[in-house]
């Protein structure tokens, strides 16, 4: 690396439990990431597209923006005490500051944490980057029918990235009631065709400020879930359970 890593931009930093996947329920400590040009209707994390001033620190004082890697490795280590061993990246999206990341993320890993990435998969390059830091990936697959962009070729660079790396590895699909069932069974079968050991989780959509799935979105997931057995034995159908418990 050239010269001194840039600062990051943080849009709070806080403890949970894993709320999405099949690592969910794992007690674990949230940097979430501020800034995020992906744009998803469905987003319930609308305040980290742009990046503030400053961010709330769970039990502590409001910390200013930027914050430099030393700073972000303090305040994770305060956050994680006594004993939690997990760190996830969200955002925003947390590939929209690779240099940054690629700064913090090996001091993070020297203090012991394992560490999660949280991404809309559409920046393959970062992703490559900072692979050899991390310990396991979860990225999205977006259907154009959702969110009205095609971010297929993207994705696809991602899984090709992710399908040669040993982490663990998950791709999610948010499936909505409007959705024609090809599209996301399409979307699977691509998946599962470049990545074959990435494990499949189909959410089904949620409003923003709701837990309870959009109506019809759950049998979609459930009619695909069925028809995939045989084919993707690992597949989940699993809602944001963080959001059932009434946690960040
Ligand atoms: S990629 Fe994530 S943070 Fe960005 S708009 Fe979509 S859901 Fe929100």
Redesign the pocket.
């Known amino acids: 690396m050239t010269g001194p890593a840039p600062p990051g931009y943080l849009a709070g930093l806080f403890r949970s439990l894993q709320g999405e996947g099949p690592w969910a329920g794992r007690p674990e400590v949230f940097l979430r990431l501020a800034g ?1 040009s ?3 209707p ?5 305040d ?2 742009e990046r503030p001033p400053s961010f709330p620190v769970a039990g502590g004082e409001a910390e200013p923006n930027p914050v430099e890697a030393d700073r972000a490795v303090r305040l994770a280590k305060e956050a994680a005490r006594p004993s939690c061993k997990w760190i996830s990246f969200t ?3 947390p590939l929209e500051q690779g240099p940054f990341l690629r700064a913090l993320l090996p001091l993070l890993r020297g203090e012991g944490f394992f560490l999660h990435l949280e991404t ?1 998969g559409v920046h393959p390059g970062p992703l490559e980057s900072l692979l050899p830091f991390l310990d396991q990936v979860s990225m ?1 697959w ?1 259907l154009p029918s959702l ?1 009205g962009r095609d971010f297929r070729p993207a994705h696809k660079a991602c899984l090709r990235v992710l399908s040669s790396w040993e982490g663990g590895k998950a791709v999610k699909i948010v499936v909505g009631a409007s959705c024609p069932p090809s599209e996301a069974e399409e979307a699977l079968g691509e998946a599962l065709g470049i990545c074959p050991d990435a494990r499949p989780v189909l959410q089904p959509l949620t409003a923003p400020a709701s837990a309870e799935p959009e109506p019809g979105a759950l049998d979609l997931c459930l009619a695909l879930a069925w028809k995939w057995g045989e084919r993707a034995p690992s597949l989940r159908v699993l809602p944001q359970v963080h959001k059932l418990l009434g946690l960040p």
């Open positions: 995020c992906v744009g998803c469905w987003c319930d994390t609308r980290a597209w955002g925003g999206e809309a999205d977006k969110g």
